[in-house]
């Protein structure tokens, strides 16, 4: 991913920092006020992060083990002190001199208030949360990265230019499987997930298994990979496929595009940080930086997160989420759906091998202007809640045109960025709905059926989490679908598309302004100036 996101609030009180903004809360099920305190207490909520833990471990009290320890808090507390003692990092709750105290606590699950479903590990805020506060700073000497890969794998096999991801991915494997608890990162490596806790939809995915599996075999598995170069710091024994495809899941998951280097770009896996997990509405953002003020920079880097600072949002579908990190939105305002729009010219050879279908005389026309713009006849487009895109408008009004439109002027001439006519316009929304309600048609059970299993609670639990994560996918894609449908055909009667007889451009490249349009009709002075490279507003 490019960019890793937190939540932030200038609210009162800033609940936690789980997968979506939506409100969440913690394993009672029940986001009250209470199960967030208790939630609290869990990740540590003492004047330490994990006193809690301790607290109860002295009691005998902590969980159903009763003193022999809950491996999530533990790992959660090793993590903690390896931040603190390999990387100064301060996650007090109490101030210090010249620090303030840290505003968040881990827990060992987080869940969607919406949804009810596990979110896993996720950090929650002690305190309230500031527009622009500085959350945690993580030195880089304690990320994984390309260059801290190489280091520890060698540059003779890591070479200079090997691509972030792979680098990254191999010192994973070698860090968890190899080293095991001799790692120096193994506290880190030790709240990373197994791969059925993180992305389950990676395994099913044949497209990025396949590419997954290339990648493996030309530069670990196949033959003159890395194994077969340098098997004592790459056993195969170790380095297998499984192992990849889980070393992709933390990278899919969990990597951090951090910005503002002294090198520039650097992708990165950062302790701590990336325990927090996605919204599609937050502000804030992770970047890095070079240590100390502005008048003493001690030459070293940190990773920062910051609260609230205006910057470019993660504008992921649920289908990408789901892909990606395992889990989808409810409430995601960057949802869309793929709506694939495929048009055949009906040249004389197509005309000639398929009964019935008249010859267009412009089909060879439209597929050279195609070619010409780099377009294919068959384009995926995606389709929003509230709106679809103007390409798709574009492409649609070209592939609609006739001769009556044309007459005789080329397919060229004519800005398909505006109405070409009513009739081709007309055409234009139609094929969207005919498209739209294809793919609607594709799915085998409606979207009333799904939502009556999603209301049947007991039903809906027998189902395991990917299968309820499926259901309420495929659902919200039959939602949006249907807004789009709606929407079109509103369209359609608003700008009075609905009836017979409608005209033509007759050869005119100015384009219309239909009923409902606010837009201004271009005059013939200003379309000759837009031909010459001049598209001066004459008004």
């Given at each position: 991913?490019?960019?890793?996101?937190?939540?932030?609030?200038?609210?009162?009180?800033?609940?936690?920092?789980?997968?979506?903004?939506?409100?969440?809360?913690?394993?009672?099920?029940?986001?009250?006020?209470?199960?967030?305190?208790?939630?609290?207490?869990?990740?540590?909520?003492?004047?330490?992060?994990?006193?809690?833990?301790?607290?109860?471990?002295?009691?005998?009290?902590?969980?159903?083990?009763?003193?022999?320890?809950?491996?999530?808090?533990?790992?959660?507390?090793?993590?903690?002190?390896?931040?603190?003692?390999?990387?100064?990092?301060?996650?007090?709750?109490?101030?210090?001199?010249?620090?303030?105290?840290?505003?968040?606590?881990?827990?060992?699950?987080?869940?969607?208030?919406?949804?009810?479903?596990?979110?896993?590990?996720?950090?929650?805020?002690?305190?309230?949360?500031?527009?622009?506060?500085?959350?945690?700073?993580?030195?880089?000497?304690?990320?994984?990265?390309?260059?801290?890969?190489?280091?520890?794998?060698?540059?003779?096999?890591?070479?200079?230019?090997?691509?972030?991801?792979?680098?990254?991915?191999?010192?994973?494997?070698?860090?968890?499987?190899?080293?095991?608890?001799?790692?120096?990162?193994?506290?880190?490596?030790?709240?990373?997930?197994?791969?059925?806790?993180?992305?389950?939809?990676?395994?099913?995915?044949?497209?990025?298994?396949?590419?997954?599996?290339?990648?493996?075999?030309?530069?670990?598995?196949?033959?003159?990979?890395?194994?077969?170069?340098?098997?004592?710091?790459?056993?195969?024994?170790?380095?297998?496929?499984?192992?990849?495809?889980?070393?992709?899941?933390?990278?899919?998951?969990?990597?951090?595009?951090?910005?503002?280097?002294?090198?520039?770009?650097?992708?990165?896996?950062?302790?701590?940080?990336?325990?927090?997990?996605?919204?599609?509405?937050?502000?804030?953002?992770?970047?890095?930086?070079?240590?100390?003020?502005?008048?003493?920079?001690?030459?070293?880097?940190?990773?920062?997160?910051?609260?609230?600072?205006?910057?470019?949002?993660?504008?992921?579908?649920?289908a990408e989420l789901l892909l990606l990190y395992g889990f989808a939105l409810e409430r995601n305002p960057y949802n869309s759906v793929d709506v694939t729009v495929s048009i055949v010219p009906r040249t004389e050879k197509v005309a000639?091998?398929?009964?019935?279908?008249?010859?267009?005389?412009?089909?060879?026309?439209?597929?050279?202007?195609?070619?010409?713009?780099?377009?294919?006849?068959?384009?995926?487009?995606?389709?929003?809640?509230?709106?679809?895109?103007?390409?798709?408008?574009?492409?649609?009004?070209?592939?609609?045109?006739?001769?009556?439109?044309?007459?005789?002027?080329?397919?060229?001439?004519?800005?398909?960025?505006?109405?070409?006519?009513?009739?081709?316009?007309?055409?234009?929304?139609?094929?969207?709905?005919?498209?739209?309600?294809?793919?609607?048609?594709?799915?085998?059970?409606?979207?009333?059926?799904?939502?009556?299993?999603?209301?049947?609670?007991?039903?809906?639990?027998?189902?395991?989490?990917?299968?309820?994560?499926?259901?309420?996918?495929?659902?919200?894609?039959?939602?949006?679908?249907?807004?789009?449908?709606?929407?079109?055909?509103?369209?359609?009667?608003?700008?009075?598309?609905?009836?017979?007889?409608?005209?033509?451009?007759?050869?005119?490249?100015?384009?219309?302004?239909?009923?409902?349009?606010?837009?201004?009709?271009?005059?013939?002075?200003?379309?000759?100036?837009?031909?010459?490279?001049?598209?001066?507003?004459?008004?």
């Amino acid at each position: 991913m490019s960019n890793a996101f937190a939540p932030s609030s200038n609210c009162q009180s800033l609940r936690a920092l789980p997968k979506g903004m939506n409100q969440h809360f913690m394993s009672s099920g029940d986001g009250s006020e209470d199960a967030w305190v208790k939630a609290l207490l869990d990740a540590g909520g003492g004047p330490k992060p994990g006193e809690f833990e301790e607290d109860m471990k002295m009691k005998g009290l902590l969980g159903p083990n009763r003193g022999k320890g809950n491996t999530k808090l533990s790992a959660n507390s090793r993590l903690i002190k390896w931040l603190e003692d390999e990387g100064q990092v301060y996650l007090s709750e109490s101030s210090s001199w010249g620090e303030a105290p840290h505003p968040m606590a881990i827990s060992t699950e987080t869940k969607d208030e919406i949804t009810n479903e596990s979110s896993g590990r996720g950090l929650l805020a002690r305190r309230s949360i500031n527009d622009g506060d500085e959350l945690l700073k993580i030195p880089m000497d304690l990320c994984i990265t390309r260059k801290s890969a190489r280091r520890t794998l060698g540059k003779d096999a890591l070479e200079e230019g090997i691509n972030e991801y792979l680098a990254i991915a191999c010192q994973l494997i070698h860090e968890k499987y190899v080293m095991g608890e001799e790692s120096t990162m193994a506290a880190y490596i030790g709240v990373l997930p197994e791969v059925e806790e993180g992305s389950p939809v990676v395994a099913a995915t044949k497209s990025l298994q396949m590419k997954l599996r290339r990648e493996y075999d030309a530069l670990l598995g196949g033959e003159g990979g890395l194994i077969e170069k340098f098997p004592d710091r790459f056993p195969k024994e170790h380095f297998t496929f499984d192992n990849w495809v889980w070393a992709f899941t933390m990278l899919f998951s969990r990597a951090i595009r951090l910005r503002n280097l002294q090198v520039g770009e650097r992708l990165a896996m950062v302790p701590y940080a990336d325990l927090i997990n996605h919204s599609a509405f937050s502000q804030a953002f992770i970047d890095a930086r070079e240590s100390g003020d502005w008048l003493f920079k001690t030459g070293d880097e940190e990773v920062i997160l910051y609260a609230d600072r205006g910057y470019k949002k993660m504008e992921q579908s649920n289908a990408e989420l789901l892909l990606l990190y395992g889990f989808a939105l409810e409430r995601n305002p960057y949802n869309s759906v793929d709506v694939t729009v495929s048009i055949v010219p009906r040249t004389e050879k197509v005309a000639a091998e398929n009964e019935g279908i008249e010859v267009d005389p412009l089909a060879e026309e439209k597929v050279a202007f195609l070619k010409e713009v780099g377009r294919d006849q068959t384009v995926d487009f995606p389709c929003y809640a509230d709106r679809y895109p103007v390409e798709m408008l574009e492409f649609l009004r070209l592939m609609m045109m006739t001769p009556e439109d044309t007459r005789g002027k080329k397919i060229s001439d004519f800005d398909y960025s505006r109405t070409i006519s009513p009739a081709n316009e007309a055409a234009v929304l139609q094929s969207v709905v005919e498209a739209v309600n294809y793919q609607l048609n594709l799915y085998p059970q409606t979207e009333e059926d799904d939502a009556n299993i999603i209301k049947d609670k007991a039903l809906f639990r027998l189902l395991n989490y990917n299968q309820r994560m499926a259901v309420r996918h495929r659902r919200n894609e039959k939602r949006l679908l249907k807004r789009t449908l709606a929407a079109l055909e509103k369209q359609i009667r608003n700008k009075g598309l609905d009836v017979d007889g409608l005209s033509r451009a007759e050869g005119s490249t100015l384009g219309q302004v239909l009923k409902g349009e606010t837009r201004k009709e271009k005059t013939a002075l200003e379309d000759k100036l837009e031909k010459m490279g001049l598209p001066i507003d004459i008004r």
